[in-house]
């Protein structure tokens, strides 16, 4: 066991994703059957290794000039969205009832 | 709560800084094409990248590389040429993917430094320090130098504008809801972290003038607290004299402005030891400083460290600056306000304080540097030392000028001033052509029309009389009008120089050179 | 002439030959799908305006005798996880059901400019998570050769489309294998370039340092015109690249003195189905008789390939899957009291049970301590392996695997995660590696009755060798089938 049901918890409410009691279970099982399958990373002896976080070696300081170029208008961005309000964006109260 | 100064004899504080400075001075956002600007309709500086649109990609911005490097290099940072973006992953609407472009471990600026001078009434929070390390020789103030550390500065970008609406004061507490501005999601952000190396809420606030008057000498932001293009956070510890522990630090938030910045941690540091020195524990929270109010409040206890998944962003290739690049933006760097101090000192003989104000404003700096560049030719030929106009020109700068600009609101260059007119006008009034208030007539006057100094002076017949045998003649005569008095003069009552000095200025209308008379009546009474 | 069997070349010499106008081929191509895709459910939706759109502007280009650029006339459809103006962008989700983007993807608009016409968008596994569509929020797309067959993942309907004549060529992606699987699974040709080639912008991103964006279609030919046309430098990816390759110009060049890589190793420690080895000596047997010399090579570290995908994709799917949250754009739960409710329920109704599990998964990945444990040696381990590839490439010009390990599935046969995880083997360090990999079809297995092939991968950024080798190989099959059944209906002739 890599993850407890406690744990599951604690990561969904970071990840920002409400979970049912049931899911919790069922996803606490599966989470825990996939890290057992991460294993062979853990099996390695990687001192002197360098990551590789970009896959192309050697691409650098990739950078474009400081020009303004035409965005999109208000209304464009708002129509995209479920709540807007004097052309904001509109969203519920940040607080919780309880004030966290 | 015991006042600061008495807080300060039994405690040290322990301060650091993260200062966030947008860099208004860009076209362009960090990672989008969009503009920077502040103050426009909401939402109207977006595009899909900024928007964190399904499907985009970040690119950045190379004049914002350009002045982060700039930036390091003014304070005396080493420059990472290997350096990488990273994600800091969190949820909040103000920006818009939930996750900030940041940078990790490594920096592009790392391991700077800037020197504070702490002089006048500013030192007195520190009186352990007076006199204990060297400021420089032309400062005739007594002081302290000390030096602080500044971790790193990186590359990020800033978050949009929340609204909240419905609660007291705009305040998140009470809001029935929030509205969300994106136009200054993905401004380019520079922000930098100090050691907690400062001392006193003076140290701090002379810190943060000093990084100020660099940011705008190198021209990448507008600096505005107000706006909020330039913010300042505090970390704040106590700790007892001669401990070597840190105490627990609160962090502050909400400082705006340098009174704020000096006055909230100020205050914090006065709870604090009010909280210790009634055996309770300073708690690791964030407060907030309210300005109005005079006290912190609590936003936020934090009982672990965030986790906030950092990771290197896959979208962006990461940095192997060349030298050569490096050595480019290097080219750049303007001269700093430390420099431009010294140079005010070494070549015009300045007085320290002037030279330090002169030198702190990059406006009135610049025109002080383009008029003695280019005097204008006078009769009589210029002494060969420049100094007596030059300090002449800094006068008129620091006092006159900075009062009409303070008073009317208006930027320099908005003035009909020009810095070879101003020169012109400081060379006439050093040679003793106008007499001073000669001088505060003709200043007036270019505000006005913006015509030439000698110009003013022709049509206006102020002409100073500097001519040594007319006014050798003037004052005999008056010493011929005033028999007893001179008698008196001559027998120790030496005030009645005065007397005899006013009779002159009348007798030439106010047009006489008074060091001139001064000197003329002198040598005819004493015998010369 | 029957519209489905047209290749990208066929299309140019009919329209300059005046057989068919631009405008009659956008109308057959639409027909054609509104007929058949009801049967396997490949598209999610229809543009017949841009196809029009596009059509007409192509006859009045014939008409006025200008050149016609590489995909004219082309029906072409994409994976629904790229934005093209006009259409939604689902990406098969709740979450973006009903979100319409306001700018068009680069690949999607480079085969605007090259004179395709847009079909419409692609079905695909929710968010790209998920190797057989059944995660799409919209239902599963049928595997043409056998309804009750997966069509594989997660670029479901662009292989679907291509089996079953409802499309020339389609755009997909491939973050682990997600264009190569389900091309293998419909006996389409499926290319995943090297990392880099085509720009990802405005491809709706699962992993950003694994994705890519690839072309399907019947012959590699066809496949070859597509990347063409859309490969190249594009200043909005600061991870393109600008290369030299034509591609279609390296098709013809032969197989000749090539070295072609195998991984016997490798291999046996996979258990691969009788058909898909058959498929694969035939291959080999075929590649040294063209004149390739065969040669032995190991990838020691290619074991590793998998647990590492599974650390690095959904870390990167998790940070990129944040901006779901509803206030800009898409699902939101409405009457929420407050924001972390409007984040919490939108998000666990909004996205499906495999992308909330990747989510979570990578979320967990990288906290603080698993950082460390997996995260950290993952990106280690891929520098080994991409060690291995370029140590195998000193040696050999393209390396020939299967594809995959078995032939598509039944609906509901692979149920655990882990065993769908799995199935992307052979194509996962490809990905890890950021080269380049083709699946190219041999016809159907003998004991299954459903289509087979291999794989070719090639060195990072020379995608040309794939090219050579693959065109070459399929010289071989000249008469197998690349129409599945369904599509070989009526009412596609011009």
Same mark, same amino acid.
């Given at each position: 066991m890599y993850l407890t049901e406690e744990n599951v918890r604690t990561i969904a409410a970071y990840t920002r994703i409400a979970l049912a009691d049931d899911e919790v279970s069922h996803l606490t099982a599966d989470l825990n059957a996939i890290i057992e399958e991460l294993k062979p990373i853990t099996e390695y002896d990687l001192s002197d290794v360098e990551p590789t976080y970009h896959p192309i070696a050697g691409l650098a300081n990739v950078m474009r000039d400081d020009q303004v170029k035409p965005? #999109?208008?208000? %209304? *464009?961005?708002?129509? #995209?969205? %479920?709540? !807007? *309000?004097?052309?904001?964006?509109? &969203?519920? %109260?940040i607080l919780s009832e309880g004030g966290n | 709560m015991k006042n600061l100064l008495a807080v300060l004899q039994d405690w040290e504080a322990v301060i650091g800084l993260e200062v966030h400075t947008e860099l208004t001075s860009l076209n362009t956002k960090m990672f989008c094409s969009c503009p920077v600007a502040f103050g426009e309709e909401p939402n109207t500086l977006v595009c899909p990248v900024c928007l964190g649109l399904p499907g985009t990609l970040p690119m950045p911005n190379k004049a914002a590389i350009e002045s982060i490097l700039l930036a390091g290099m003014a304070t005396n940072c080493s420059i990472e040429q290997r350096t990488m973006f990273y994600r800091k992953n969190y949820f909040y609407p103000d920006i818009s993917s939930n996750y900030q472009i940041t940078q990790g471990p490594v920096a592009f600026c790392m391991r700077g430094w800037l020197d504070l001078h702490v002089t006048g009434k500013a030192a007195l929070e520190r009186e352990d320090r007076l006199g204990t390390s060297e400021l420089p020789k032309a400062c005739a103030s007594e002081g302290y130098a000390t030096r602080i550390n500044i971790t790193r500065i990186h590359m990020e970008e800033d978050a949009g504008k929340l609204i909240h609406v419905g609660g007291a004061d705009g305040r998140i507490t009470g809001a029935s809801h929030s509205l969300v501005d994106y136009n200054r999601c993905g401004t380019p952000l520079i922000e930098l972290v100090t050691e907690p190396d400062l001392r006193t809420p003076e140290e701090a606030r002379l810190f943060l003038q000093s990084l100020r008057q660099i940011w705008l000498t190198l021209g990448i932001s507008d600096c505005s607290m107000e706006e909020g293009s330039l913010r300042c956070d505090g970390n704040v510890s106590l700790r007892r004299r001669g401990e070597v522990e840190f105490g627990t630090k609160t962090e502050l938030k909400n400082m705006n402005s340098f009174k704020n910045l000096h006055d909230g941690l100020a205050y914090e540091i006065c709870r604090q030891a009010d909280v210790l020195e009634s055996g309770g524990c300073v708690l690791q929270e964030t407060r907030h400083w309210e300005p109005a109010s005079k006290h912190t409040t609590s936003m936020r206890v934090k009982e672990t460290a965030d986790d906030y998944r950092y990771v290197p962003d896959p979208n962006l290739a990461p940095f192997d600056l060349s030298d050569d690049f490096v050595a480019s933006v290097r080219t750049q760097l303007p001269e700093l306000p430390d420099e431009k101090r010294a140079r005010y000192v070494d070549s015009f003989a300045l007085p320290y304080a002037d030279a330090v104000s002169l030198a702190g404003d990059v406006e009135l700096a610049a025109f002080f540097d383009e008029g003695v560049k280019r005097p204008v030719p006078l009769s009589p030929p210029l002494s060969p030392s420049l100094a007596p106009q030059a300090l002449k020109l800094a006068n008129l700068l620091l006092n006159d000028v900075l009062a009409y600009l303070? $008073? =009317?609101?208006?930027? #320099? =260059? /908005?003035? /009909?001033?020009?810095?070879?007119?101003?020169?012109?006008?400081?060379?006439? &009034?050093? *040679?003793? !052509? #106008? =007499?001073?208030?000669?001088? /505060?007539?003709?200043? $007036?006057l270019m505000l006005e029309s913006g015509e030439a100094p000698q110009k003013i002076v022709e049509q206006e017949g102020m002409q100073q009389v500097s001519d040594a045998q007319s006014l050798e003649a003037i004052a005999l005569g008056i010493l011929e009008q005033f028999p007893d008095k001179v008698s008196e003069y001559q027998a120790g009552k030496t005030g009645l120089l005065g007397l005899f000095v006013g009779q002159a200025m009348k007798a030439t209308q106010g047009q006489g050179n008074p060091k001139l008379i001064n000197e003329t009546f002198v040598r005819l009474l004493e015998g010369g | 002439m029957n519209y489905p069997q047209l290749s990208v070349a066929a299309i140019r010499d009919g329209l300059l030959a005046r057989q068919f106008s631009a405008q009659e081929l956008a109308k057959v191509a639409l027909d054609t799908v509104k007929s058949i895709d009801p049967a396997i459910h490949a598209y999610l939706e229809l543009c017949p305006e841009l196809a029009h759109l596009a059509a007409e502007k192509l006859d009045a280009a014939l008409v006025a005798g200008t050149e016609l650029p590489g995909l004219a006339g082309v029906p072409i459809a994409y994976k629904d996880n790229m934005n093209l103006q006009g259409t939604h962008t689902t990406c098969a989700s709740k979450m973006l059901e009903n979100y319409q983007s306001p700018y068009t993807a680069t690949c999607v608009a480079k085969t605007l400019e090259a004179g395709a016409l847009p079909l419409g968008k692609l079905n695909m596994d929710e968010f790209a998570f998920g190797s057989s569509s059944e995660t799409s929020y919209f239902g599963p797309t049928l595997n043409p050769w056998d309804l009750k067959r997966v069509p594989g993942g997660s670029s479901s309907g662009s292989a679907a489309a291509v089996a079953a004549g409802l499309a020339t060529v389609t755009l997909g992606s491939d973050t682990g294998g997600s264009i190569r699987q389900p091309a293998a699974f419909c006996g389409v040709v499926g290319f995943k370039p090297s990392y880099g080639v085509v720009s990802r912008y405005g491809v709706v991103a699962f992993g950003s340092s694994l994705d890519q964006v690839g072309a399907l279609g019947r012959s590699v030919n066809d496949v070859a015109a597509t990347i063409d046309a859309i490969s190249g430098l594009d200043p909005l990816d600061g991870t393109s690249q600008a290369l030299k390759a034509v591609y279609s110009q390296t098709t013809q060049l032969g197989v000749k003195g090539m070295r072609i890589g195998v991984v016997t190793a490798f291999m046996e420690a996979v258990d691969v189905e009788a058909d898909i080895s058959t498929a694969f000596t035939g291959a080999l047997a075929h590649l040294e008789a063209l004149g390739a010399e065969i040669v032995e090579i190991t990838l020691p570290n290619a074991k590793a390939a998998l647990s590492a995908y599974y650390v690095i994709g959904p870390s990167e799917a998790f940070s990129n899957m944040s901006r779901f949250d509803g206030i800009r754009y898409g699902y939101q739960n409405e009457g929420a009291s407050c924001l972390d409710e409007l984040y919490e329920q939108g998000r666990a109704n909004g996205f499906g049970k495999e992308t909330r599990r990747r989510i979570m998964l990578g979320s967990y990945l990288l906290s603080s301590g698993a950082y460390d444990t997996y995260y950290y040696p993952a990106q280690q381990v891929r520098t080994l392996i991409t060690q291995d590839y370029h140590k195998a490439f000193e040696k050999v010009d393209a390396l020939l695997t299967p594809t995959t390990a078995r032939t598509a599935f039944e609906f509901g046969e692979v149920a655990d995660p882990v065993s769908m995880y799995l199935s992307d083997i052979f194509t996962i360090p490809s990905n890890i590696a950021g080269n380049g990999g083709m699946h190219v079809p041999v016809g159907l297995g003998k004991e299954s009755g459903l289509p087979v092939g291999v794989q070719i991968t090639g060195p990072q950024l020379k995608d040309e060798n794939i090219f050579r080798a693959a065109a070459a190989l399929e010289s071989c099959y000249p008469s197998i089938a690349r129409l599945a059944p369904v599509g070989s209906t009526e009412g596609s002739a011009l």
């Open positions: 965005g #999109l208008q208000q %209304s *464009e961005a708002l129509a #995209l969205a %479920s709540a !807007t *309000e004097a052309g904001h964006y509109r &969203i519920p %109260s | 303070n $008073a =009317s609101g208006l930027t #320099l =260059s /908005k003035t /009909k001033l020009t810095p070879q007119g101003l020169m012109e006008l400081a060379q006439l &009034i050093a *040679e003793g !052509t #106008l =007499s001073s208030k000669q001088g /505060k007539e003709v200043f $007036a | -």
